[in-house]
Every structure is written in C-alpha cells, then in structure tokens.
C-alpha cells in the first residue's frame, strides 16, 4: 500500500499509531476532539497534547513515536527495550495504566 505520497508505508506508520493509542490510555480522551479532518493535523507534524502529569518517560516515547520524520521514530524492538528498562527499575508500578503497559509490552514480546 502506497501513502498519499506514492512510497510504501512502513512498520513507522504503525508507531505513530502505538503512540496514539499509549496517549489514548494515558489521557482517557479522544486525540485531537472535535476536530472535523485530524489527518490534516497529523499530515502537518501535530499531534495531541501532552497533559502535563504525563510521567517523563512516556513523554519522551510519545514524543519519539511521533516524530515528523519516520525515519527518526522507533522500531516495536527498540519501544520493546524502552518499555522494558523501565518495568525492570519498577517505575511502571508508579504508574501502570490499569495494567495496559504489562499487556503491551506482553503484545510486543508475542509479535516478535
């Protein structure tokens, strides 16, 4: 499948797409809410806001997923390892979303 600028999408595009979802749990919110076209946003280099009680961490690989340039985004192996180092220091049990972060990095181990 060809983007609208006719190269192939990439894994990048789905972790744009994990970022998404991570700031879907961590907010409990619709991104970019009662905008009529949010690809227009996305297109433009926008992305949702970040609260400010986000927790550093997943600041920095929201922030990562979402970078402009596709290339510049993780692989699922590398946000495997960074979600990883944190769960290992314990720092996820300060703030486990209800347990989706377990079962994410649960999800990522499996589709490897």
């Given at each position: 499948m060809l983007n609208p600028t006719g190269t192939p999408y990439t894994e990048k595009v789905d972790v744009y797409s994990f970022g998404t979802v991570l700031w879907e749990m961590l907010t409990k919110d619709i991104p970019f809410r009662g905008v009529e076209d949010p690809r227009a946003l996305v297109t433009r280099g926008q992305h949702p806001p970040l609260p400010p009680e986000c927790p550093e961490f997943f600041r920095k690989?929201?922030?990562?997923?979402?970078?402009?340039?596709?290339?510049?985004?993780?692989?699922?192996?590398?946000?495997?390892?960074?979600?990883?180092?944190?769960?290992?220091?314990?720092?996820?049990?300060?703030?486990?979303?209800?347990?989706?972060?377990?079962?994410?990095?649960?999800?990522?181990?499996?589709?490897?």
């Open positions: 690989l929201l922030l990562r997923c979402w970078e402009t340039n596709p290339s510049r985004r993780p692989s699922f192996d590398q946000i495997l390892v960074y979600l990883s180092q944190y769960q290992s220091r314990n720092l996820l049990a300060l703030y486990d979303l209800y347990g989706t972060v377990r079962e994410i990095i649960f999800v990522l181990i499996l589709a490897r």
